[in-house]
Each structure stands twice: as C-alpha cells, then as structure tokens.
C-alpha cells in the first residue's frame, strides 16, 4: 500500500470528502480473495495516477460505519468522488482495463 493511503470512519470526511480533484476509495477486507485479486491492481494505478487521483482503501471489517453510509453490500467496491461527491462505483474483482477505464474517465 506504498501508494495508497489508509482511510478510517475519523479521516473519511477530511481525506476524501473535503479533497479537490478525484479521489478512488477501495472497500475492502483481509479476509475477501476478490479484494486480495485486485490489490495489485490498485496499487499500480495509484502510482501511475499519483499526482492526478488520491488513492485510498478503507477495511470495512473495521469500519462499517462508512461502509453502510455508502450502501457497500458486497466488497471489493471502489468509489470514486470528484471534489468530495461520488460520482462512480466499480463493484466486483474486474479486470485491470475496466478499472483504468474508470479512472482516465474521471481524472
């Protein structure tokens, strides 16, 4: 997670729904082989967009208060907030294309 922060219920407001520009959230949890799949995925693509898009991932085992606020029923589920409003979800293992798709469409 060199490249992507860790995000909590206390640091959500300020680290994504205060920030300017697009900023990705992964939800997922340690124990979710689908989110383990896509890890790697993720991580490239915070490096690649670093500069462009804040990258960040919130364990929903941990933090359910801002899983459900978000309506996650299923992990991995990415969101994405351009200048703190949700403005896409990407919910499932998806290929590396989908997802690249997804951040070229919003940074």
């Given at each position: 997670m060199a490249n992507a922060v860790e995000?909590?219920?206390d640091?959500?407001?300020a680290e994504i729904e205060?920030?300017?520009g697009l900023a990705v959230v992964d939800f997922w949890a340690t124990w979710c082989a689908?989110?383990?799949m896509i890890a790697p995925i993720v991580e490239a693509l915070a490096t690649e967009y670093a500069g462009k898009a804040?990258?960040?991932k919130l364990?929903?085992?941990n933090n359910q208060r801002t899983a459900a606020r978000?309506?996650?029923r299923s992990i991995p589920t990415i969101l994405f907030?351009?200048?703190g409003k949700l403005v896409d979800q990407v919910v499932g293992a998806v290929p590396r294309p989908a997802l690249e798709a997804k951040f070229k469409e919003h940074a």
């Open positions: 995000v909590k219920d640091t959500f407001a205060q920030y300017e689908p989110c383990r804040k990258v960040a364990d929903v085992d978000f309506n996650v907030f351009k200048d």
